[in-house]
């Protein structure tokens, strides 16, 4: 597999894929640019270390621009772990709010229809209790939902990803988009593979970023 064989391969992916919907178009560019002439360095040095598809270093840097992107517009960490917290607190008011409600108010349940079935709402687990001695009807007790809600967002809190990615003030996509597909490149091909990512980067952005500048980035520990 050569350079040349890799480069054909998004040529034949462009044919294949010109008629994509507006939403996707950009990545028609992406693929345009990485054909480019300026691109066959880092075609060679693909190749070498392995790459057989040239398609597949298409999606790697379809992803990795993707992702960039999420990362760029992604809340700081700490604003994250704020709003985990409030929809916590949220749901631990509105749980003792139910449970200091005086009775009989909310002791009882109500038919309801969802998608056309009938359904027994409650808003306490007693409720729930007296339903289903009472019928076998599929009953929605919210207080239930409130304490599963309450359980999945702790969870969402703990394995909430770590910081964002050390963002250039004047390049922060950028940025970005370099440690995304240097830990593309390094996981299929073991290695980041610097200077291909640089070429790669400076064409998919129009941006140049030299080689010294991509290992600086990917020497920064995300924030």
């Known amino acids: 597999m050569t350079g040349d064989d890799l480069r054909k391969h998004v040529l034949a992916w462009l044919v294949e894929n010109h008629n994509l919907r ?22 060679d040095e693909l190749a070498k270390h392995g790459a057989t598809d040239g398609r597949h270093i298409l999606s790697f840097v379809i ?32 749980r003792e709010a139910i449970a200091h409600a ?3 108010f909310l002791d009882g349940a109500y038919p309801i229809e969802i998608d056309g079935r009938p359904v027994a709402f409650s808003w306490r687990k007693t409720g729930a209790k007296v339903l289903q001695l009472d019928n076998a009807t599929q009953s929605i ?18 394995h909430q990803p770590g910081g964002m990615l050390a963002r250039s003030r004047e390049r922060p996509q950028l940025t ?40 600086r980035i990917l020497g920064t520990q995300p924030q």
């Not at 507006?22 to 075609?43: G, K, N, S, Y």
């Not at 007790?141 to 703990?158: F, K, Q, R, S, V």
């Not at 941006?207 to 290992?215: F, M, N, R, V």
Request: glycine residues 6%; contains cysteine; charged residues 30%.
């Open 22 to 43: 507006p939403t996707h178009a950009w990545r028609i560019e992406v693929a345009r640019r990485l054909v480019c002439d300026d691109m066959q360095p880092a075609w």
């Open 141 to 158: 007790c919210l207080d239930e939902l409130l304490e599963i809600a309450h359980g999945n967002i702790i969870d969402i809190a703990a």
């Open 102 to 104: 005086p009775s009989p």
């Open 176 to 215: 970005a988009f370099v440690r995304y597909l240097a830990g593309h490149f390094e996981k299929r091909y073991d290695g980041t593979l610097t200077a291909s990512v640089a070429r790669i980067a400076a064409t998919t952005y129009g941006d140049p970023i030299t080689e010294e500048q991509t290992e």
């Open 63 to 94: 992803d990795a621009a993707e992702d960039a992107h999420r990362e760029c517009v992604r809340l700081a960490s700490g604003e994250e772990s704020g709003r985990i917290a409030e929809v916590a607190d949220a749901l631990d008011t509105l």
